[in-house]
């Protein structure tokens, strides 16, 4: 499995932005996808992950701003990034956690930018 993030840019405080997963390769229901970042100077933490039936996982300090979607006829996985603070500055990582085999792929990142 391949994945490659895109949809990162400059947004300003309070603003919104996508983040888009393409995702080559065989994606199962049952896999769970997720997004992870690593800010300036710090460790790469989870935001958010959804697995079989849609049930969803969120980091507290993107709850109730960040949804995760996704799509497996498609291939994607989604980030809807609303309310966007400057500390949500990060490269967003893709990752997939295959159900069967329990391998885990990752995405490039792409550059989230939270400044006025």
């Known amino acids: 499995v391949q994945l490659q993030a895109f949809g990162g840019g400059l947004v300003q405080p309070g603003g919104s932005l996508r983040l888009f997963c393409a995702a080559s390769?065989?994606?199962?229901?049952?896999?769970?996808l997720g997004w992870y970042r690593q800010g300036p100077g710090k460790e790469r933490e989870l935001v958010a992950t959804?697995?079989?039936?849609?049930?969803?996982n969120y980091a507290d300090s993107v709850k109730g701003r960040f949804t995760i979607s996704r799509d497996d006829v498609k291939k994607m996985a989604y980030l809807q990034m609303n309310s966007l603070k400057t500390e949500d500055t990060a490269v967003y990582y893709c990752?997939?956690?295959?159900?069967?085999?329990?391998?885990?792929?990752w995405g490039q990142g792409t550059l989230v930018t939270v400044s006025s």
């Open positions: 990752r997939v956690n295959k159900y069967y085999s329990s391998n885990v792929f």
């Open positions: 390769g065989s994606i199962i229901s049952r896999d769970v």
């Open positions: 959804i697995s079989d039936g849609g049930s969803t």
